[in-house]
């Protein structure tokens, strides 16, 4: 069967794949360690259920304007003054469903063949997809963790081309867990300030941070906030990745022109789903901050447990809940008379035989690396450490 070209260059999300597989497991009653979902493993707040439920007793179950109900955009506006300091009117916001779409949407609207956008590795595995679904050209800049996993600003200037068009930042990232600090967000600002392109800023785990003070760029770039798409949404922060609600903000033009790539493919985000989203805006702040919390205490758990293991070292993440575990120094070791050699073979080695499902970092960028998630019970985490010793035993 003839598919169209342009999906030829596209991979299947390996984290979807691999979480897809170990559910499978799962289901045929087998005790897999799942850390490969990049979801928080909390209950949605029950306000939060309780405007759905609401909502649709209320008969709030039509269809409604695309850009999303006025209320819900005005609260992502004062949301976003509060949080961000941004000022943007509800015309200049889009609710969709998740950040995912938002990102999509900007790539739809925005890009031609032949353009291109700056991406950081390591970066989320669907960024460069999303580009290349539009018949644009991921543009990779490579990080060091060295440098926190901040991007070295000579490293943008040398990659962007008059065929730039927009760069991605995230932070807290997929999968690093780095927050930018206050010097890399000035060093990219002064990278990109002279290049007339968009930037997106990827806000998705801005309420899990840890450690320091997560910045956005335009805190310390408020010159370039014309140029700024924000992109946000409740899945992380409110545990709500299976609602479909995230949203986009940003300079009216564009997201006039994202709403009409939605307005032609799926219309507004689900009814409910904007009702849930407004009180989750509207809730109180010690919700998340009681998961964030919770996360914290995961994190030092996790990442102190994977540092004892033998050949595995670990960044501290600052904030998102993904633990990038460079599991080189396990490299060359022998497994069933093979040596390893890459984070797929790893990967396919512990599901098997520890059965623990972990990302391979190469459809990060991140060849060398492990991805983990530690949104997950401490049990779970516990369990999942004990497994990985095994594993490094075996290594031996
Ligand atoms: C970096 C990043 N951005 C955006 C998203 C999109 O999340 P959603 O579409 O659920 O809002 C994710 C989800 O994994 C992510 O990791």
Same mark, same amino acid.
């Given at each position: 069967?003839?598919?169209?070209? %342009?999906?030829?260059?596209?991979?299947?999300?390996?984290?979807?794949? =691999?979480?897809?597989?170990?559910?499978?497991?799962?289901?045929?009653?087998?005790?897999?360690?799942?850390?490969?979902?990049?979801?928080?493993?909390?209950?949605?707040?029950?306000?939060?259920?309780?405007?759905?439920?609401?909502?649709?007793?209320?008969?709030?179950?039509?269809?409604?304007?695309?850009?999303?109900?006025? *209320?819900?955009?005005?609260?992502?506006?004062?949301?976003?003054?509060?949080?961000?300091?941004?000022? $943007?009117?509800? *015309?200049?916001?889009?609710?969709?469903?998740?950040?995912?779409?938002?990102?999509?949407?900007?790539?739809?609207?925005?890009?031609?063949?032949?353009?291109?956008?700056?991406? $950081?590795?390591?970066?989320?595995?669907?960024?460069?997809?999303?580009?290349?679904?539009?018949?644009?050209?991921?543009?990779?800049?490579?990080?060091? &963790?060295?440098?926190? $996993?901040?991007?070295?600003?000579?490293?943008?200037?040398?990659?962007?081309?008059?065929?730039?068009?927009?760069?991605?930042?995230?932070?807290?990232?997929?999968?690093?867990?780095?927050?930018?600090?206050?010097?890399?967000?000035? /060093?990219?600002?002064?990278?990109? %300030?002279? !290049?007339?392109? =968009?930037?997106?800023?990827?806000?998705?785990?801005?309420?899990?941070?840890?450690?320091?003070?997560?910045?956005?760029?335009?805190?310390?770039?408020?010159?370039?906030?014309?140029?700024?798409? @924000?992109?946000? /949404? #409740?899945?992380?922060?409110?545990? #709500?990745?299976?609602?479909?609600?995230?949203?986009?903000?940003?300079?009216?033009?564009?997201?006039?022109? #994202?709403?009409?790539?939605?307005?032609?493919?799926?219309?507004?985000?689900?009814?409910?789903?904007?009702?849930?989203?407004?009180? +989750?805006?509207?809730?109180?702040?010690?919700?998340? +901050?009681? #998961?964030?919390?919770?996360? !914290?205490?995961?994190?030092?758990?996790?990442?102190?447990?994977?540092?004892?293991?033998? /050949? @595995?070292?670990?960044?501290?993440?600052?904030?998102?809940?993904?633990?990038?575990?460079? @599991?080189?120094?396990?490299?060359?070791?022998?497994?069933?008379?093979?040596?390893?050699?890459?984070?797929?073979?790893?990967? &396919?080695? =512990?599901?098997?035989?520890?059965?623990?499902?972990?990302?391979?970092?190469?459809? $990060?960028?991140?060849?060398?690396?492990?991805?983990?998630?530690?949104?997950?019970?401490?049990?779970?985490?516990?369990?999942?450490?004990?497994?990985?010793?095994?594993?490094?035993?075996?290594? %031996?």
């Amino acid at each position: 069967m003839k598919l169209a070209r %342009r999906l030829q260059a596209i991979k299947p999300s390996p984290t979807l794949a =691999l979480n897809s597989r170990a559910k499978a497991l799962a289901a045929q009653g087998v005790d897999v360690v799942v850390l490969a979902a990049g979801e928080p493993d909390f209950d949605t707040p029950d306000y939060v259920k309780q405007a759905a439920v609401d909502a649709i007793k209320a008969g709030f179950t039509k269809y409604t304007a695309t850009p999303g109900i006025p *209320e819900l955009r005005e609260a992502i506006c004062r949301k976003l003054e509060r949080d961000n300091g941004l000022r $943007f009117t509800p *015309e200049q916001v889009l609710v969709t469903a998740g950040g995912k779409q938002a990102i999509y949407n900007f790539c739809q609207a925005v890009l031609d063949e032949g353009d291109e956008v700056l991406i $950081f590795s390591p970066y989320w595995v669907s960024y460069p997809d999303m580009v290349r679904l539009a018949g644009a050209t991921p543009v990779i800049v490579a990080t060091r &963790e060295e440098d926190g $996993f901040a991007p070295d600003p000579d490293a943008i200037r040398r990659a962007l081309t008059p065929r730039t068009r927009a760069i991605i930042i995230n932070s807290p990232g997929n999968p690093t867990g780095a927050v930018y600090s206050r010097a890399a967000l000035e /060093g990219i600002a002064a990278a990109v %300030r002279d !290049h007339d392109c =968009l930037i997106i800023s990827d806000d998705i785990y801005e309420k899990l941070v840890y450690t320091g003070e997560r910045l956005g760029l335009s805190d310390v770039a408020p010159d370039l906030v014309p140029r700024i798409v @924000v992109v946000n /949404g #409740m899945s992380k922060a409110y545990s #709500m990745t299976g609602w479909r609600m995230g949203y986009a903000a940003g300079p009216r033009p564009v997201i006039a022109a #994202m709403q009409l790539v939605q307005d032609q493919s799926t219309s507004n985000a689900s009814s409910i789903g904007q009702k849930a989203a407004l009180a +989750a805006l509207q809730g109180p702040p010690d919700t998340i +901050a009681a #998961m964030a919390a919770e996360y !914290h205490a995961r994190r030092d758990f996790f990442v102190g447990g994977l540092n004892a293991l033998d /050949g @595995v070292r670990c960044r501290m993440p600052e904030g998102a809940f993904y633990a990038l575990a460079d @599991v080189r120094g396990l490299y060359g070791r022998p497994y069933k008379g093979k040596a390893i050699t890459d984070s797929m073979q790893l990967s &396919e080695i =512990l599901l098997d035989d520890f059965r623990v499902a972990a990302v391979p970092g190469d459809p $990060f960028g991140a060849e060398g690396y492990i991805r983990m998630s530690f949104a997950t019970s401490r049990a779970v985490l516990a369990k999942g450490l004990t497994r990985l010793g095994e594993m490094v035993q075996a290594l %031996r």
